[in-house]
């Protein structure tokens, strides 16, 4: 009773995607083609040696099926020939000895030799476009990742961004096929020509007839690409959601959880529930499609027997040749086959040109928070300091401000803590601080000047932050330091030198292979570590960098009382002629800052030193005495 409750609640509180009508129209289709160049041209610098043997080889091997169809007329009408001739072998031997068949084993040979040709020609298209295929989803992703690098933080927490840069990483992997379709549309092309000319030397009416009996088909293969890129941009929310779903039934970082609350059951019924429904709309659309292909389908093959049966009626009649037959009923049939390919190769080329959309559309974002083209270097060293004047922020969607009026300084190498409870704007000064967002209101300045007048990159090269949720890298103990200064990561004596100023070094000494250590249960020599351990590593990061200011944001929430104090005394030692900024809830560990700030509802409401504001008994006293009182 219990499970089957909670699968109706997880199937209750399952969202249910928007049914809005997104299907693209005929012009959107169309207009997505813009897309191909700019894909062409991505492929071509990938590797334009890869990109010419394809299309060369691709346009040599289009000329094949032609030739072989037309030595197979000659070798049938060879062969017809022979055997009026009423010629009589007793053995081939003779027949050999004889010359008579000299003609039909060239032929034989000939067709025999296209046939390597054309199968040997394949093998190195595909194998050239395997590599071109490898090559471009490595330098499209590589792309991404970059592009992404330039991104706000304000893009990654929109919904509708994580949905777009969710399906771009999709087209990294997946449009390669479109490469292979187009290149094959040419050799497609070209192979068309020759079998037209053919055509048009005896009937050409039939190629009339065959194109008009294929339009059906491809107008129906256009509507339903359509249809299916429309549901799979539908389903993008819900896709992110079978995927968060499927990771946090099954990973190591929530597997304590799941066991403990046992979760199991109800995260298998929202992952059913969800997979279920996209499974039943993508059923209906192959259905529909699958019913109305046939039927449109069924009109080309009309057309294909309405021409064969007149080829044939020519053949009875004396105007045609058997071999004649033979290469007209093929080169209709292949003619067919190639044009049907072609008029739906374009109907999924413009789809597949849809999803691209996806791809160069997340290209085309632009962060906010860049440099300016005149942008002032950052002061080395800091002389003043940083000022907030009337500064105000609230985070995009957000009704209430984060914080608003703020007013303070931030002196050229003090140390300064920030305390408050939850919700007061702590860490959303030190995004603003570090550029991560800019003011909605009021400026900040640095020696004066508006922060935003300075390279973006030279300040944040100049700002060391470990915040509460400091990402916990599965590489090794070494790299999980040395990603602090990405350009000193093979400084081993920089990095055990962070090691030991945040405490870290006794955490490596414990490892089997130190600082050469895997850690992180993800791969399997991997070696957890506890999550103080795992703060210690992560302050060292810090460290790593020769930065002018330090923040930690709260990194020190899993370690006791002593630890903590211990950790923010070292902090503020090492932190000489350094401009520094300590967050904390517990108030005993910020004691030594030069001054504290205490944060309430997005405002400043005191600032001076522990003994000042203990004196003023206002609620820093209040919540230091709240709080020493659980330790006596």
């Known amino acids: 009773m219990h499970n089957a409750a909670m699968s109706e609640r997880a199937a209750d509180a399952a969202p ?37 043997t394809s299309i060369g080889l691709r346009v040599v091997r289009a000329l094949l099926p032609v030739m072989m169809l037309y030595v197979g007329k000659l070798i049938i009408d060879e062969a017809i020939r022979l055997v009026g001739l009423g010629l009589a072998f007793e053995s081939i031997g003779e027949a050999w000895r004889g010359g008579q068949l000299d003609h039909l084993l060239w032929l034989l040979v000939i067709e025999f030799a296209l046939a390597i040709v054309s199968d040997l020609l394949g093998r190195i298209v595909s194998y050239a476009d395997s590599l071109l295929s490898e090559l471009f989803t490595n330098a499209t992703s590589i792309r991404l990742m970059e592009h992404a690098a330039t991104l706000d933080l304000e893009d990654f927490e929109d919904p509708d961004l994580q949905d777009k840069l969710d399906r771009a990483r999709r087209q990294t992997m997946g449009r390669m096929n479109l490469m292979g379709q187009l290149f094959g549309q040419v050799q497609d092309s070209i192979t068309v020509v020759s079998f037209a000319i053919g055509l048009l030397v005896y009937a050409p009416w039939l190629i009339a007839l065959l194109a008009v009996a294929l339009i059906p088909a491809f107008v129906g293969e256009s509507h339903f690409n359509a249809l299916g890129y429309s549901l799979n941009f539908q389903w993008t929310p819900e896709r992110r959601q079978l995927e968060y779903v499927r990771q946090t039934g099954a990973s190591v970082e929530t597997a304590k959880e799941v066991k403990i609350f046992n979760l199991h059951h109800f995260l298998v019924d929202r992952y059913r529930t969800l997979a279920q429904r996209f499974f039943l709309a993508n059923r209906a659309l192959a259905r529909r499609r699958a019913v109305w292909g046939t039927l449109l389908a069924a009109l080309g093959t009309l057309g294909y027997y309405i021409a064969y049966g007149y080829i044939a009626w020519r053949t009875v009649r004396g105007d045609f040749t058997i071999g004649d037959l033979t290469f007209l009923a093929g080169s209709f049939r292949r003619l067919r086959q190639l044009l049907e390919g072609l008029l739906i190769g374009f109907s999924q080329v413009a789809g597949q040109a849809l999803y691209l959309d996806d791809l160069f559309s997340f290209f085309e974002v632009e962060p906010e928070i860049k440099s300016p083209p005149d942008a002032r270097a950052f002061p080395r060293p800091i002389r003043q300091g940083f000022a907030f004047e009337d500064v105000g922020f609230r985070y995009p969607g957000a009704d209430r401000w984060a914080i608003r009026h703020m007013d303070f300084e931030l002196r050229a190498g003090e140390v300064l803590a920030l305390v408050g409870e939850n919700g007061a704007g702590k860490t959303t000064l030190v995004k603003l601080l570090a550029r991560l967002y800019d003011p909605d209101e009021g400026r900040i300045l640095l020696d004066g000047h508006d922060l935003r007048e300075y390279d973006i990159d030279q300040l944040r090269a100049n700002i ?152 003023q008994g206002g609620r820093y006293a209040e919540l230091f005495e709240l709080q020493a009182a659980g330790y006596r």
């Open 464 to 615: 060391g932050v470990i915040f509460q949720d400091f990402v916990r890298y599965h590489l090794t103990a070494g790299e999980n330091i040395g990603v602090g200064q990405i350009d000193r990561m093979d400084d081993r004596a920089r990095i055990e030198d962070a090691a030991r100023r945040a405490m870290a070094d006794e955490v490596i000494a414990g490892l089997p292979d130190g600082y050469d250590q895997l850690i992180g249960r993800r791969f399997k020599t991997g070696v957890d570590l506890s999550g103080g351990q795992w703060q210690k590593i992560a302050i060292a990061r810090a460290y790593m960098r020769d930065a002018q200011v330090m923040i930690l944001d709260e990194p020190t929430a899993a370690l006791d009382a002593r630890s903590e104090f211990e950790v923010f005394q070292r902090f503020k030692e090492l932190s000489d002629e350094r401009t520094a900024v300590l967050i904390s809830h517990r108030f005993s560990s910020v004691r030594m800052a030069d001054r504290i700030l205490v944060l309430a509802d997005g405002r400043v409401e005191a600032s001076g030193t522990h003994a000042e504001l203990m004196a």
């Open 16 to 52: 249910k995607p928007s049914r809005a009508d997104t299907r693209p129209s005929l012009r959107e289709r169309f207009d997505a083609l813009r897309n191909i160049p700019p894909f062409l041209r991505q492929i071509w610098a990938t590797s334009r040696a890869l990109t010419l």
